[in-house]
Structures are given as structure tokens and as C-alpha cells.
């Protein structure tokens, strides 16, 4: 019994490793997003007392996430997709995800325009950027 334990632990850690692993080298994790989803639609159920089709909702919302994901997965910059995949911080989904990596995209894309420093007297905190909108320091003042 405990040799099929040690086993089982044995194999779930490797099995994490391989997942993280596969984030940090370009791939895109694999999550169960209809365990998530399901969870979603209970927890939507109790606290509205209807009985929605959550699920099936859910369900496109992430297989269409993970769809653009894995098109544009090689096109993310790998700071991008380090700060936004990171499965053991919270639930993950692919939806979230998404939203994390465009988010960075475009906030980058704002800071382009601004001048390599935003800092005076009267502006706090100094904030310094690079070209491609990346933040080189801050000073809280």
C-alpha cells in the first residue's frame, strides 16, 4: 500500500513538473476546464437558485480562449506568458489567461508613445520606460 502511494505521489509530481515545464518552453499548459466549469455552474446555481446552462457557455468562453492561446502562443513575448500562466497561483482558465496577455500587450502598446521618463516635481511616481513599453524603474517619491 505504501510503495503504491509513494507511486502515485511519485508520478503526480512529475506530472506537474512536465506541465510547468511545458509552459516555460513554449507550450501551453493543459487545463480541465470542465471540472471548472461545472464548479462554476453549481456555484452559479446556489447563489441565484436558477438552473442555468452555465456550462456550455463556459465551456466555448475557454475552448475559444485556448484556441487564439495556442495561434498566437509563439507571437507572446515569454515575459508576457511567464507573468500570465502561472498555475499555482490561482484557479487557472484559459479565458483569464488570455485576458492577462492582451492586457500586457496593450498596456505596452500605451506606454510606447510616452516619454522614456514621466517624471517632475509635481508627478508621482516617476515612472521610467523602454522603447518597447516595458518599465525600466519606478520611483514612489
Known sequence: MFIQSKTIVSAALVLAAASTALAKDGGLPKLNTEYDCHASEKALAIATGTDSDNFNSCMS????????????????????????IQQK????????????????????AMRKGQP????????????RYRQDGTIVSVNAC
Do not use: F, H
Not at 492577462?100 to 505596452?108: A, G, H, N, P
Not at 522614456?116 to 515612472?127: G, N, Y
Open 89 to 108: 497561483e490561482y484557479t487557472p482558465g484559459y479565458v483569464e489567461w488570455l485576458t492577462c496577455i492582451e492586457m500586457e500587450r496593450d498596456v505596452k
Open 61 to 84: 468562453d475557454e475552448n475559444d480562449a485556448r484556441k487564439q492561446l495556442e495561434k498566437d502562443w509563439a507571437t507572446y513575448p515569454a515575459s508576457d506568458r511567464a507573468r500570465c
Open 116 to 127: 522614456a521618463i514621466s517624471s517632475s516635481v509635481d508627478k508621482c511616481p516617476a515612472v
